[in-house]
């Protein structure tokens, strides 16, 4: 009997941190609408506790699992300069080790590992043109891990439903 009790307070205990778990998933939901939502707020749309919604947040967050950040659209905020880059990783070197290097720059919006002719896309946006020199200069020429890279600026932003993707898995 204390055998299985064990087991189901670690299955407890999983399912809190998991993102899989359908509670965390509606929880997951409602932060990713507004990330500053108060956990009573959440609570009262899940009907649970606010203790409940604490404990999973936290959880989540401590596993790494979940990160709540603030997101700016790059179309509302209007960026001057708006570049599709895709680039070939040079021999040796992985996709994911390029996309680490390139995700701590702020102006780096969008990194895609894809198949086909490059192995990343990124996207990146700036204040001027000059800004998009001075990144291709410092972080596409100057490092040995890109063999070679394709910029296509953009000219004109048809649609960007880069905040609403979140909703297509619905």
Do not use: C
Request: no cysteine; glycine share 4%; charged share 25%.
């Amino acid at each position: 009997m204390a055998v299985k009790k064990q087991s189901n307070v670690r299955a407890a205990a999983q399912s809190i941190r998991s993102p899989k778990d359908d509670l965390n998933q509606q929880i997951i939901r409602l932060l990713q609408q507004d990330g500053r939502m108060a956990f009573s707020e959440i609570a009262q749309q899940l009907n649970v506790s606010e203790g409940t919604i604490r404990n999973r947040v936290s959880g989540l967050r401590d596993n790494n699992m979940l990160r709540i950040v603030a997101m700016s659209d790059p179309v509302a905020t209007e960026y001057t300069t708006d570049a599709m880059i895709g680039l070939n990783v040079a021999v040796g070197v992985t996709p994911r080790q390029v996309a680490e290097r390139l995700e701590k720059n702020p102006r780096v919006v969008f990194i895609l590992w894809v198949a086909g002719r490059y192995d990343l896309i990124i996207e990146l946006v700036s204040d001027d043109d000059d800004a998009l020199k001075e990144f291709l200069e410092h972080e596409i020429h100057a490092n040995d891990d890109i063999a070679n890279a394709d910029v296509m600026p953009g000219l004109k932003n048809f649609k960007n439903q880069f905040l609403l993707k979140q909703h297509v898995r619905e």
